[in-house]
């Protein structure tokens, strides 16, 4: 089999690029390597779907303005004869909360936000408390609130990406590389798991937490590990008030979802490594004694609540900086592109990302947003490019 364009890694970043490239019409036969149909281990489907404009990295934020728009025209956009997606886009807000030390750094970044056009209000204590009453703000100095910032089903839109990139003619296989083949500077073949051997002229690394395997494959490094993130489904017995997602400087983060809410806090005191079964180990009594005070401090009434269930998903942690990585990785080779790292931003990126490779593989350059300054390059020259405040 013989395709232009093989994309290794089909979840929400390796079929918003097949979307792009597929729709764009230049790009000839493309295939998306993905072994794993019912995505019942990628990332995505256990994600928050969270989508924010406040962060502090111009391109973040740029990214996400894009997406918000994207995604908000997602259902009518995506639907052709027989399918018709619902991706459940509320633009029910963000709200970051900071203690005394980091105030500065979150009036710093709303500033930034707001130039960059985003609604974004400062908000005291007094004011915070009028408007969400059930908030526990005994240690809060002040808040950011973006209410055109909200959320997403992100399996819904993986689907809407993938049945749209089919839609468009790409080839989805279902299989995983095992190993690539190189001719001089260039990757030639994907050889498969089972077998068959792919021949392509470009290549595209999406394997999200994995990866650093397919890297490894042309002898190449990228500084990303996975790391396990727990998050839980719980009810509470006592009314709250409608909440944007609510994430505060210890990393806690939880928004409603159906007739509870979703949340959960990321950690870095466990190995990185993949997870198999998050009720035990590590996490068996993680909700209990780190999520739960942490959420019962922000929402007094969560002290009373049901925990209905915890489930498990790999953040592609970029180590060296926490920002994604997007671009050629290798110095040897040239034909073969990454988008990876995401940190926990993923889904809130997918669509300016997917755009972005579209770009980078059918124009040689970006041509839309320049996202030059996330390439591996920093990682080369030793200059992270991180988030300041609440990541
Ligand atoms: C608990 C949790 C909460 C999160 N919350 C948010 C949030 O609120 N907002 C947000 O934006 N992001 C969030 N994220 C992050 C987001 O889910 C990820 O950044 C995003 O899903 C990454 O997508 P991906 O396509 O890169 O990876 P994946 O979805 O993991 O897809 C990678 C694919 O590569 C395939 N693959 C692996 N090896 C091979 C191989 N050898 N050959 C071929 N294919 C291979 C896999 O089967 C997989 O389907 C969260 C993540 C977690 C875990």
């Given at each position: 089999?013989?395709?232009?364009i093989?994309?290794?890694?089909?979840?929400?970043?390796?079929s918003?690029?097949?979307?792009?490239?597929?729709k764009?019409g230049r790009?000839?036969?493309i295939a998306?390597?993905?072994?794993d149909?019912?995505?019942?281990?990628?990332t995505?489907?256990q994600g928050?779907g969270?989508?924010r404009?406040?962060?502090?990295?111009?391109?973040?934020i740029?990214?996400?303005?894009?997406?918000?728009?994207?995604?908000?025209n997602?259902?009518?956009?995506?639907?052709?004869?027989?399918?018709?997606?619902?991706?459940?886009?509320?633009r029910?807000?963000?709200?970051?909360?900071?203690?005394?030390?980091?105030?500065?750094?979150?009036?710093?970044?709303?500033?930034?936000?707001?130039?960059?056009g985003a609604?974004?209000?400062?908000?005291?204590?007094?004011?915070?408390g009028?408007?969400?009453?059930?908030?526990?703000v005994?240690?809060?100095a002040?808040g950011?609130?973006?209410?055109?910032?909200g959320?997403?089903?992100?399996?819904?839109?993986?689907?809407?990406?993938?049945r749209?990139?089919?839609h468009?003619?790409?080839?989805?296989?279902?299989?995983r590389v095992?190993s690539l083949?190189?001719t001089?500077?260039?990757v030639t073949?994907?050889?498969?798991?089972?077998?068959?051997?792919?021949?392509g002229?470009?290549?595209?690394?999406?394997?999200?937490?994995w990866?650093?395997?397919?890297?490894?494959m042309?002898?190449?490094?990228?500084?990303?590990?996975?790391?396990?993130?727990?998050?839980?489904?719980w009810?509470?017995?006592?009314?709250?008030?409608?909440?944007?997602?609510?994430?505060?400087e210890?990393?806690?983060?939880?928004?409603?979802?159906?007739?509870?809410?979703?949340?959960?806090?990321?950690?870095?005191?466990?190995?990185p490594?993949?997870?198999?079964?998050v009720?035990?180990?590590?996490?068996?009594?993680?909700?209990?004694?780190?999520?739960?005070?942490l959420?019962?401090?922000?929402?007094?009434?969560?002290?009373?609540?049901?925990?209905?269930?915890?489930?498990g998903?790999?953040?592609?942690?970029?180590?060296?900086?926490?920002?994604?990585?997007?671009?050629?990785?290798?110095?040897?080779?040239?034909?073969?592109?990454?988008?990876?790292?995401?940190?926990?931003h993923?889904?809130?990126?997918a669509?300016?990302?997917?755009?972005?490779?579209?770009?980078?593989?059918?124009d040689?350059?970006?041509?839309?947003?320049?996202?030059?300054?996330?390439?591996?390059?920093?990682v080369?020259q030793?200059?992270?490019y991180?988030?300041?405040?609440?990541?």
């Amino acid at each position: 089999m013989k395709f232009d364009i093989v994309i290794i890694g089909g979840g929400i970043i390796g079929s918003a690029a097949a979307y792009f490239l597929g729709k764009d019409g230049r790009a000839g036969d493309i295939a998306v390597i993905e072994p794993d149909p019912t995505y019942t281990v990628a990332t995505t489907p256990q994600g928050a779907g969270g989508v924010r404009q406040l962060f502090s990295v111009p391109e973040n934020i740029a990214m996400s303005q894009f997406s918000l728009g994207f995604y908000e025209n997602f259902d009518g956009e995506m639907t052709f004869p027989d399918y018709q997606p619902d991706i459940g886009f509320r633009r029910q807000g963000y709200l970051f909360v900071v203690g005394k030390t980091g105030a500065v750094t979150l009036e710093e970044n709303h500033k930034r936000q707001t130039t960059m056009g985003a609604r974004a209000e400062l908000m005291d204590v007094a004011v915070l408390g009028e408007k969400f009453p059930s908030l526990g703000v005994s240690d809060v100095a002040l808040g950011c609130y973006s209410p055109d910032d909200g959320w997403i089903d992100p399996y819904s839109a993986l689907q809407g990406f993938r049945r749209n990139a089919e839609h468009h003619g790409v080839t989805y296989i279902k299989s995983r590389v095992a190993s690539l083949g190189v001719t001089g500077r260039a990757v030639t073949t994907a050889t498969l798991e089972d077998g068959r051997t792919i021949e392509g002229a470009f290549f595209l690394n999406t394997a999200g937490p994995w990866c650093t395997e397919i890297a490894a494959m042309v002898e190449a490094e990228l500084p990303i590990k996975p790391m396990c993130r727990a998050q839980h489904y719980w009810l509470c017995d006592s009314d709250v008030e409608p909440l944007p997602l609510v994430k505060d400087e210890t990393g806690m983060f939880f928004r409603p979802e159906g007739a509870g809410f979703a949340g959960g806090c990321p950690t870095f005191d466990i190995e990185p490594g993949f997870v198999q079964d998050v009720d035990r180990g590590f996490f068996a009594n993680y909700f209990e004694e780190t999520v739960w005070p942490l959420i019962a401090n922000r929402v007094p009434k969560f002290e009373s609540i049901k925990l209905e269930r915890t489930w498990g998903g790999h953040y592609a942690q970029n180590m060296f900086d926490g920002n994604m990585i997007i671009g050629t990785f290798s110095s040897r080779i040239d034909n073969i592109v990454t988008a990876c790292g995401f940190s926990g931003h993923g889904i809130m990126h997918a669509p300016a990302v997917g755009r972005a490779l579209c770009e980078l593989v059918l124009d040689g350059d970006y041509q839309t947003l320049d996202l030059a300054a996330l390439g591996i390059e920093r990682v080369w020259q030793d200059e992270p490019y991180a988030e300041s405040g609440i990541k």
